[in-house]
């Protein structure tokens, strides 16, 4: 097979594709990888190396790369699904390192908007991972259901509700109110770049909550204790939850609070830890004993090696910071139901987080005492999770007059 048959990039100096293979599997083996996972893809990739020398190829100016490997993999003795699995990895690595150009990129014109909307979420709005996770999903239906961009001109105010309202049987109220929130920050968006001449932010209505918020279950201190006891903490995967629970169950943080900790973060000397808010705002909260020891012993045993700078990380290679909130919320998901504890309906990380407002509240704290410890920057926000003590009202609550029946 002879160079002609893939260049067609510019001239290029080849880069050492051997030294790369090293610097790729030491990555391996940093990342967690066992020691059989390591020598197998060298073994699948070095020939790879081998045949571009003797062929003449020159991978830098390869447009398309699939092609060579196909190539390649055309030999004999070749075990198909492994040796490409191995290629392609070796390849997104020197692409990662800027060895070779990054992979060309086809996009339609609505995945350009979306692209180009998500782009201005970060770069001006300055909003975070999450938000603009949340938003993606918002614009994404709405694009296609709007054919958008080529039918920007059609666009008007009844569409944009009728297409609001049929999310509305879909989804929860919370849900949707997020949903209308996206589309009216991308409406904006499309305003700014030209793509409609009127603000049809305004056309969408504002989502109400037609019946009051129903109260979250409750754990009580004896429940917490139940739950942190299912743990295994003998095991890998349980040094991981126990140290997860501490942090939700003692000091009330948000799934996406967990999953943002680095090690930095914790400052044993001062006892304290930063946590990374809603907001982008930062907040210092004591490092209890009980959630430092289960840190530790998950450093100690449990999280391993690894060049990300991240607390929690993936159990399985490769070993990088966990993704996504939801992993924290299956977390306490698990243990609730190892428990006996699991509620009906939806129930992630956050009922820890009403648990600790509720347990305050029982142990007379103030308000504005859970609010510095949840951290909320509006007391009105704080007064949601009062309601949750039922207790507490009852002892509160004025008899009716000419009513006699205590309050049930």
Not at 109 to 115: F, G, K, Q
Not at 129 to 139: E, L, N, Q
Not at 287 to 312: K, P, W
């Amino acid at each position: 097979m002879s160079e002609q048959h893939f260049a067609s990039g510019p001239s290029c100096c080849e880069p050492d594709l051997d030294h790369h293979l090293e610097a790729f599997l030491s990555g391996l083996t940093q990342a967690g990888y066992a020691e059989n996972t390591r020598r197998g893809k060298a073994r699948r990739i070095a020939p790879f190396i081998q045949w571009t020398h003797r062929s003449g190829i020159r991978l830098c100016e390869v447009n398309d790369l699939d092609a060579c490997i196909d190539a390649f993999l055309a030999s004999p003795g070749r075990r198909l699904y492994k040796h490409r699995s191995a290629l392609q990895a070796f390849l997104a690595y020197l692409r990662e390192a800027k060895v070779l150009p990054p992979r060309p990129m086809k996009r339609s014109t609505a995945d350009a908007l979306r692209h180009s909307y998500l782009e201005h979420l970060q770069s001006q709005q300055g909003l975070s991972a999450h938000s603009i996770a949340a938003y993606a999903v918002s614009v994404r239906g709405f694009i296609e259901a709007m054919h958008l961009p080529e039918e920007a001109a059609d666009l008007d105010a009844r569409a944009i509700q009728r297409y609001l309202l049929t999310l509305s049987p879909e989804h929860a109220v919370a849900t949707v109110k997020v949903y209308a929130a996206g589309l009216r920050s991308f409406l904006r968006f499309c305003l700014l770049k030209g793509l409609i001449s009127r603000d049809f932010s305004t056309a969408l209505p504002c989502i109400g909550r037609c019946q009051p918020k129903p109260m979250p279950p409750i754990l009580g201190d004896e429940d917490i204790e139940r739950v942190l006891a299912t743990v295994d903490r003998s095991s890998l995967r349980g040094c991981r939850e126990f140290a997860v629970l501490q942090l939700l169950a003692r000091l009330g943080l948000r799934a996406s609070e967990v999953l943002a900790l680095r090690l930095e973060d914790l400052h044993w000397e001062q006892g304290e830890m930063l946590v990374r808010g809603k907001g982008a705002q930062f907040d210092r909260l004591p490092l209890l004993q009980d959630v430092g020891d289960a840190i530790v012993q998950y450093l100690r045993v449990a999280r391993g090696r690894s060049d990300s700078r991240h607390l929690f990380l993936s159990r399985k290679a490769p070993r990088i910071a966990l993704q996504d909130p939801s992993t924290i919320s299956a977390i306490a998901h698990r243990a609730l139901e190892r428990a006996g504890l699991l509620p009906s309906g939806r129930v992630g990380a956050h009922i820890f987080r009403y648990s600790l407002a509720t347990r305050m509240l029982r142990h007379g704290a103030s308000l504005s005492e859970i609010a510095e410890v949840l951290r909320h920057r509006c007391i009105a926000t704080t007064q949601g999770y009062a309601n949750v003590d039922l207790e507490r009202l009852r002892d509160v609550a004025q008899a009716w007059p000419g009513v006699q029946e205590v309050v049930q």
